[in-house]
Structures are given as C-alpha cells and as structure tokens.
C-alpha cells in the first residue's frame, strides 16, 4: 500500500514524521497485541460511496451508450440486459448486474481537458487559482464521518491513484493514497512500542508548542494528521486493506489486476466503515487503436472487477446504504479519427450510478441517433454530485466558507436528478 502524496498535503513532511517515529506496520504488528480493538462490519444505514474514477476519458459511446448503424458507432454491439437498458457486448458480466444501476446518458459538461475536466468531475466546480474546493471522497468524508465514531482508519481512501484533494476543508480530510496490494512503505522498519511511545509524545510536545505559538492553522491541522498516524499504526481496521487475505476463488472473481483488487478492497473498506473509496482505472485516452484497446484490454478488466463489486454489495445487502458512481473527466467524440481513435468530447456522454436507494436499470436522458448531442435536457457534474450527496441523506443546503470567507454551497448548488430518486 503505497503512500502517494494527496492534492494539498505536503506529503514529504509527513513522511518524515513518519520515519522519525518509525511508524511502520511491524510496529503496529506489536501493539496489536495489547488492542482489543475489532474490525467492525458496515452497520444498517452507514452510508458510503464508492468511486470507480475512469482516468483519461472513456469512450461512453462505445461502452453504455452504443449507436449500432451510425457512421460513428464502431464495431461493437449492444446486448440486452438484467436492466431496461442495453450496454456493450463486451461487457457480458456487467449486463447481468445492470438491474442494480443506472446511466446517465445526458451528461454534458464544460470541460475536455484532462485536468481541468477531472476537477470540475471531482468538486463540481471549474478551476479558480484562488480558491481550492473539496473534492467528492473529502466532502462526503466530512459529512458522514460524525457516524463513525469507532472508525481509526482514514474516511477517504484512494486506491490505484491520487484523487482530487480536500481543497480549503483541510488536510484532515485529504484522500490516503494507496496501491492495490495493501501494502505499506518501508514496512520492515519495526521498532518497540515503548521506545515509538516515547517518540510520538515527544513529538506531540513539539507539535503543541508550534500550535500554541499562533503560526496558522497548519499547524493544527498538521497535528490531526498526526494523531490519525498513530491510531491508523496500531489500528486492526488496517486488516481491510489486505485483499490478499480473502479466498483465491473471490480474488480471482474480482480479477488479478490492480482495479479487481481496488474493487475488491474498496468493498473491505466500506464493511469497515470507511465513508468514502475512489478505485482508479486508467488508460482510457484512446487518440488511437480504441477498438482493439477497449476489446482486448479496457473493457474486460473493468468488466470484471465491477460486476464482482456489485455482486458482493447486493449479496451482503449493501446496496441500500453504499452509492456506486462510475464515471471519468469526459468521453470521447463520436467521431472517429484518422488513426481509428476517438478525441476529447464533453458535450454528450453518460455517467452510471446506482445504489443508495437510488432508482436502478433505467437509462436517464438520451443522445440523438450519431451521438452528437444530448437529445433533450442535460446533466452536470453538479447535478450527478447533489444526486449522490442527496442518496446518501447529505443536505444540499449545506455551505461551507472557503479560507477567504466565501460561502460554497455543496455540489455547487446542483440539482437532484429526479429520474433517480423515488
């Protein structure tokens, strides 16, 4: 479980405290034994979110939206499914579970560039230099953590990939990075508990006096990130991290690749009651070669890793409390270009939710017959944010004030979707 460092934190710091106190895992492996401390499992109505975040872009055309018979359609074929909507073929898994989602094929959104369209999917808000907004894992993080009392590990854990960060919320609430294998860095390092309990309060001395000393609210919040270090070492919640201890036949379910396992510890998380999980893909910027990409590679890893998660939530009766997004910064054009690729394209694609009491297998919204347009009214990021935020019993009338003492409104004053809510 590879450190990484998150939007907004200044992770090298962190990682020298971390050091100094030698706070590895052979640490926390000896402390263990004097905690009565017990994983607890996702209790009734704890909601969550999982994310599956699609970096790149990928080609909803050609995935949940297929356009058989057009000039811009490609190759592939759409089958029936569980749902009252139809995917692609190469998604046979997934067809089998669409009666637990829905797609948003009315997704229009501002921006198609990578970066500045993964932010604006991520907080709901384009990019401003001055201001930072909080990303979705951060805010929903900071909304549902109140019912977390017993929760030692981080509310918002990103897997396979950094996230957007928690912006003017604070680094408390900065996603924690890490790989699929779960895994942590320099985990040899070991040290005796007594001597780390030395460490750690000397440390805290000194953190206190540079509080106490008015120098900001760095300092502050540097020290929560500190006093999280050390309940997250010693802490038996870290067993939802390691995939590898669950049967060879539910890993090889999930798949061997580094999503199947993002999959399937993000499903250990939110058992342990971790609010908020993003699941990164990538590899979806396909200017080239996209059909064979998607057929050989894209498309049945993400098959499988997906249909397994939403089998497991279903079958452990997790769905009613945990919303699942599946989504990425833009889609591709139709259009296909000269080197059988598809390019940038944010003005008509689809997004797929479900979960969370959400309405599901139905398809919201539609594009015209070559994919070129929403047919119809459209949807934001704004609008799939404060759907989420809203399934999950979060009050889109919440504000927060930016460190500027602006107000922000949560999703940025989006509107619910009503096609998914009851």
């Not at 990019?127 to 109140?146: D, M, R, W």
Request: charge should be neutral.
């Amino acid at each position: 479980m590879n450190f990484k460092t998150p939007q907004g934190m200044n992770r090298r710091h962190f990682m020298r405290h971390l050091a100094g106190a030698s706070a590895m895992t052979g640490t926390a492996l000896a402390l263990g034994n004097t905690l009565k401390a017990s994983t607890k499992q996702l209790k009734k109505n704890k909601k969550a979110a999982i994310l599956l975040w699609m970096g790149g872009g990928p080609s909803t055309m050609d995935i949940w939206d297929l356009k058989p018979g057009s000039n811009n359609g490609g190759p592939f074929r759409p089958i029936s499914t569980a749902g009252d909507v139809q995917i692609c073929e190469h998604m046979p898994m997934m067809a089998k579970n669409m009666d637990k989602l829905s797609i948003v094929r009315s997704m229009s959104t501002r921006e198609a560039d990578h970066m500045r369209g993964r932010y604006y999917m991520h907080t709901g808000y384009v990019p401003n230099p001055n201001v930072k907004h909080p990303s979705y894992g951060s805010v929903i993080a900071h909304e549902l953590s109140s019912t977390r009392e017993d929760l030692e590990i981080p509310p918002f854990v990103s897997v396979g990939g950094n996230s957007e960060g928690p912006g003017f919320l604070g680094m408390a609430w900065a996603p924690f990075s890490v790989n699929s294998n779960g895994q942590v860095r320099n985990l040899d390092m070991g040290i005796e508990p007594d001597r780390l309990t030395q460490r750690m309060q000397a440390l805290k001395m000194m953190e206190s006096g540079f509080i106490d000393s008015n120098r900001g609210i760095a300092a502050g919040e540097h020290a929560k990130v500190l006093s999280k270090t050390l309940s997250l070492m010693t802490s038996e919640q870290m067993k939802a991290f390691k995939v590898m201890q669950e049967p060879e036949s539910v890993q090889e379910r999930y798949g061997q690749t580094n999503f199947g396992r993002g999959c399937l510890m993000a499903r250990r998380l939110v058992e342990s009651g971790v609010p908020f999980v993003e699941v990164g893909l990538g590899g979806w910027d396909n200017h080239q070669n996209i059909f064979q990409t998607l057929q050989n590679n894209k498309l049945p890893e993400l098959d499988r890793g997906m249909s397994a998660l939403m089998e497991d939530l279903a079958a452990r009766d997790m769905l009613d409390d945990v919303a699942v997004i599946w989504m990425g910064e833009f889609s591709r054009t139709p259009r296909i270009n000269g080197n059988t690729g598809r390019d940038h394209w944010a003005r008509s694609w689809s997004a797929v939710v479900g979960g969370a009491g959400m309405n599901s297998g139905i398809a919201v919204g539609a594009t015209n017959e070559d994919g070129t347009s929403v047919v119809g009214p459209s949807q934001s990021s704004e609008d799939l944010m404060a759907t989420v935020c809203h399934s999950l019993g979060i009050s889109l009338e919440t504000t927060f004030t930016s460190q500027s003492g602006r107000p922000m409104k949560i999703a940025n004053g989006g509107k619910v979707i009503k096609e998914l809510v009851s």
